[in-house]
């Protein structure tokens, strides 16, 4: 398995209150990527990173911002909760490797189930 | 931007039938056509993946074939086992899609024993 963690896996909270998830990588992989995941919805972008510092937005961003200081490291921050922000979280990773073309593969961590009271 | 659907949303096969699952997508610039499969409260892995000039890829009992023209990629699972009972998903790729993916709403496979 992909040495990806996610901190914590389970979190109940309040609305109105700031969360942050934690993804720590050993595999020293270039991407990284949170995904919500929801029934009917399957796994949606939230944001991900290309690199320390470099971050962009995915197609669910609102209301969710991103840090990557470090290459281990990608956090996301709910600056205020909500409750349509309940859900399963996802971080990812994938490596940029020239000699498969870019087709590379994600690797999924265990998840985080957030839910916002 | 891309848009992927997939159906059914849950299937139900006999254990050894087979069982197939489809995916269409919107954009023509997609170039990379992954599977994940996903069991229970753990994160989803990779099966099977095919490119865009690829037209149909197996691993064993697994199979991936794209139409192009159509645009739709269909996941086939031969002789069905307890095991593959998970929820799978689709996703596509763009060309320029700076390593992102697009996922389909997900298809709940049980294998009824």
């Known amino acids: 398995d992909a040495g990806i963690t996610q901190s914590p896996r389970h979190k109940v909270t309040e609305t109105g209150t700031p969360v942050t998830l934690r993804c720590h990588q050993t595999?020293?992989?270039?991407?990284m990527y949170w995904y919500r995941q929801d029934p009917g919805h399957g796994l949606r972008l939230i944001h991900y990173?290309?690199?320390?510092?470099?971050?962009d937005k995915g197609e669910v961003s609102d209301g969710y911002s991103v840090s990557r200081s470090k290459t281990e490291d990608f956090l996301l921050t709910l600056e205020s909760a909500t409750s349509s922000q309940t859900s399963v979280y996802f971080c990812?990773?994938?490596?940029?490797?020239?000699?498969?073309?870019?087709?590379?593969?994600?690797?999924f961590g265990p998840g985080t189930r957030l839910t916002v009271l | 931007g891309e848009n992927v659907e997939q159906h059914p949303s849950t299937l139900s096969v006999q254990e050894g039938d087979s069982a197939v699952i489809k995916c269409t997508y919107s954009d023509s610039a997609s170039n990379y056509f992954p599977w994940y499969k996903q069991e229970l409260g753990k994160g989803p892995q990779l099966i099977i993946d095919i490119r865009s000039n690829v037209g149909e890829k197996k691993d064993q009992r697994i199979a991936v074939t794209l139409n192009k023209t159509a645009k739709h990629f269909s996941l086939h699972i031969t002789e069905t086992q307890p095991e593959d009972s998970a929820v799978y998903f689709c996703?596509?790729?763009?060309?320029?899609?700076?390593?992102?993916?697009?996922f389909g709403q997900g298809t709940r496979l049980t294998i009824n024993p």
């Open positions: 990812a990773i994938s490596a940029l490797e020239l000699h498969r073309g870019y087709y590379n593969e994600q690797f």
């Open positions: 990173s290309y690199g320390v510092k470099d971050t």
């Open positions: 996703a596509a790729r763009l060309i320029q899609g700076a390593q992102k993916l697009v």
């Open positions: 595999e020293n992989h270039r991407y």
